[in-house]
């Protein structure tokens, strides 16, 4: 979910919450997009703020354009490092912040279109 600010029609991500003087209202974003930009994380961040396992491999992190509204940050899943591609078609799909956790975190996330 996004927001979409009631005076401009500006979309954000994430929603900003509808909490008192709130001036966005909630707006679904599409769920398929291109790799507008990336990089390829490849050490373990700083624990805090990190809370990934500490067994680390490398990920990708996208601006993801989502036609018409906005572009947000997240991972891309599914594909080999190599084969990332500006402009690159995806959809949204999820990913385990530490796979191997019992109860994991999910993680909004962005595969190749059909590699789901």
């Given at each position: 979910?996004?927001?979409?600010?009631?005076?401009?029609?500006?979309?954000?991500?994430?929603?900003?919450?509808?909490?008192?003087?709130?001036?966005?209202?909630?707006?679904?974003?599409?769920?398929?997009?291109?790799?507008?930009?990336?990089?390829?994380?490849?050490?373990?961040?700083?624990?805090?703020?990190?809370?990934?396992?500490?067994?680390?491999?490398?990920?990708?992190?996208?601006?993801?354009?989502?036609p018409?509204?906005?572009?947000?940050?997240?991972?891309?899943?599914?594909?080999?490092?190599?084969?990332?591609?500006?402009g690159?078609?995806?959809?949204?799909?999820?990913?385990?912040?530490?796979?191997?956790?019992?109860?994991?975190?999910?993680?909004?996330?962005?595969?190749?279109?059909?590699?789901?």
């Open positions: 979910m996004g927001g979409r600010h009631r005076q401009t029609g500006r979309v954000t991500f994430p929603y900003p919450g509808d909490g008192p003087g709130a001036e966005f209202d909630p707006v679904a974003l599409p769920t398929r997009g291109t790799v507008w930009s990336y990089t390829i994380q490849r050490f373990r961040p700083k624990t805090p703020p990190y809370a990934g396992p500490e067994a680390f491999e490398p990920w990708a992190l996208a601006y993801v354009e989502l018409g509204a906005v572009i947000v940050e997240a991972r891309l899943v599914g594909v080999d490092l190599d084969a990332i591609r500006i690159m078609a995806v959809e949204l799909t999820r990913v385990a912040l530490d796979p191997a956790a019992q109860d994991p975190f999910w993680l909004p996330a962005f595969c190749p279109e059909a590699a789901q």
